[in-house]
C-alpha cells in the first residue's frame, strides 16, 4: 500500500516536498515513480528512482528543480520541489515497480498510492 502526501499550496519559487510512504517489508527491492495529472490530461510521468536510488531519470520539464530521493529504512520515497511553477499544479501519485528498477514511464508499475494535490500559485 503507498500513500503520498505533503501536497498544498506554494508559491511559484518556492519550495515543497511530497512524500511517499509504503507498507510491507519489500520496500527497498521496488523502484518508486512519481507521476502527475491534471484534469483532462492523460497521466504523466515527472521522476523514478531504482530500487538502490542508484539510477535516478526525470521528465524534462522537471529536471534541474525536482530530485526525487529514497529512504528504504523508512519506507519512503520523496519528491522535493523547487522553484515550482503554476504548471505544475496537478494531483501528484506515487507508484512502485515490484521489478526494482524504476521505469521512466508509466507502464511497467505495478501499485499506485492515491493522490495528493498540489497547486503552485503565481
Known amino acids: 500500500q503507498l500513500q503520498a502526501y505533503g501536497g498544498g499550496l506554494v508559491q511559484a519559487g518556492g519550495s515543497l516536498r511530497l512524500s511517499c510512504a509504503a507498507s510491507g517489508r519489500t520496500f527497498s527491492s521496488y523502484g518508486m515513480g512519481w507521476f502527475r495529472q491534471v484534469p483532462g490530461k492523460e497521466r504523466e510521468f515527472v521522476a523514478a528512482?531504482?530500487?538502490?536510488?542508484?539510477?535516478?531519470s526525470y521528465a524534462d520539464s522537471v529536471k534541474g528543480r525536482f530530485t526525487i530521493s529514497r529512504d528504504n529504512a523508512k519506507n519512503t520515497v520523496y519528491l522535493q520541489m523547487n522553484m515550482p511553477k503554476p504548471e505544475d499544479t496537478a494531483v501528484y501519485y506515487c507508484?512502485?515497480?515490484?521489478?526494482?528498477?524504476?521505469?521512466?514511464?508509466?507502464?511497467?508499475?505495478?501499485?499506485w498510492g492515491q493522490g495528493t494535490q498540489v497547486t503552485v500559485s503565481s
Open positions: 528512482i531504482s530500487w538502490s536510488g542508484g539510477s535516478t
Open positions: 507508484a512502485a515497480d515490484l521489478y526494482g528498477l524504476g521505469y521512466p514511464r508509466l507502464k511497467g508499475y505495478d501499485y
